[in-house]
């Protein structure tokens, strides 16, 4: 017979600390998300079109999508923005700064808990972040861990139990590393995420965050940074944009500052 305490404890068992996660996902989109451009918002609308297909769809208890862009383009906090807008019940992420120190078979343990523990959820999220320092691939070799691989593999693909549904968020900055790895093909779909890539797209920043409230400040910006990318590609991750802007706010002669900062970084 089923009794009252059995209840507890199953639900217990399905609701892995949900706080915590929610907080690590905050933290992860800490600035926000800024509508710089159409892409942002059409992004976020995908997405969400992939959360109620899962939440609603009998016929996808498995769906993928992979975010894949410059590094600094925003994609941690996108997804993280996708997980916490889902309000599923069960959202997780796996992430490299969550499994520092960790040895490959440590990595394929804690990897292979987080997908067993959605199992139990009627409706889950997982968001696997910056997926290319999780196999801990690195240029110059190019080495990489096979076990995690092989696990992140098996477990991007293989079907929820009957009953169970699951959405999964990959997020990386080598596009062609994972497609060598065969991991694209794992993916049902992609997303790219967009870098700021035009000096308007960098103005909508600019007037979200407040950085020149002197107008007269801002009209030489304008002008000089016009001047200097004509007929040359402007492009920065936003990641990268926001945190030259609380530079330059410390700085007395903010428009001169940001002028330098964003010249050393484009
Ligand atoms: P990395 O390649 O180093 O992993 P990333 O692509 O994951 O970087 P994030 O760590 O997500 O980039 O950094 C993006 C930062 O920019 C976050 O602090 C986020 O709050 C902020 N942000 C503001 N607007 C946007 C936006 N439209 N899209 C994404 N992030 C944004
Ligand atoms: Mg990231």
């Known amino acids: 017979k089923i009794m009252r305490d059995d209840f507890v404890k199953a ?29 942002v918002g059409e992004l976020l609308e995908k997405a969400n079109l992939f ?12 769906v993928s999508l992979l975010l ?67 196999l801990e691939w690195v240029p110059i070799g190019p080495r990489f861990s096979n076990s995690v691989l092989q696990t992140l593999l098996v477990l991007i ?48 920043v600019l007037r979200h965050v407040r950085l020149f409230d002197d107008t007269s400040d801002y009209a030489r910006m304008r002008t000089d940074l016009t001047t200097h990318f004509e007929g040359r590609l402007f492009s920065i991750g936003i990641k990268k944009l926001l945190l030259l802007i609380e530079t330059a706010r410390q700085d007395p002669e903010k428009y001169k500052r940001f002028v330098e900062e964003i010249l050393v970084a484009c």
């Open 51 to 62: 959360v109620e297909q899962v939440n609603h769809s009998n016929r996808s208890p498995l």
């Open 157 to 204: 693909k293989k079907q929820p139990p009957k009953g169970r549904r699951l959405l999964i968020v990959g997020t990386t900055s080598e596009r062609n590393v994972l497609s060598e790895m065969d991991m694209l093909s794992a993916f049902s779909n992609e997303i790219l995420v967009e870098n700021v890539n035009t000096l308007d797209e960098m103005d909508r």
């Open 68 to 134: 894949y862009g410059p590094s600094g383009s925003g994609k941690t906090a996108l997804a993280a923005t996708i997980a916490q807008r889902s309000a599923y019940p069960f959202v997780k992420m796996v992430s490299p700064e969550g499994m520092i120190g960790y040895t490959d078979s440590q990595r394929v343990a804690h990897i292979t808990k987080i997908f067993n523990d959605s199992y139990k959820s009627p409706l889950s999220l997982i968001v696997i972040d910056d997926i290319e320092r999780l």
């Open 11 to 39: 639900l217990d068992e399905v609701k892995p600390a949900f706080g915590i996660a929610s907080e690590e996902f905050e933290q992860c989109a800490a600035n926000g998300i800024i509508e710089f451009a159409p892409s």
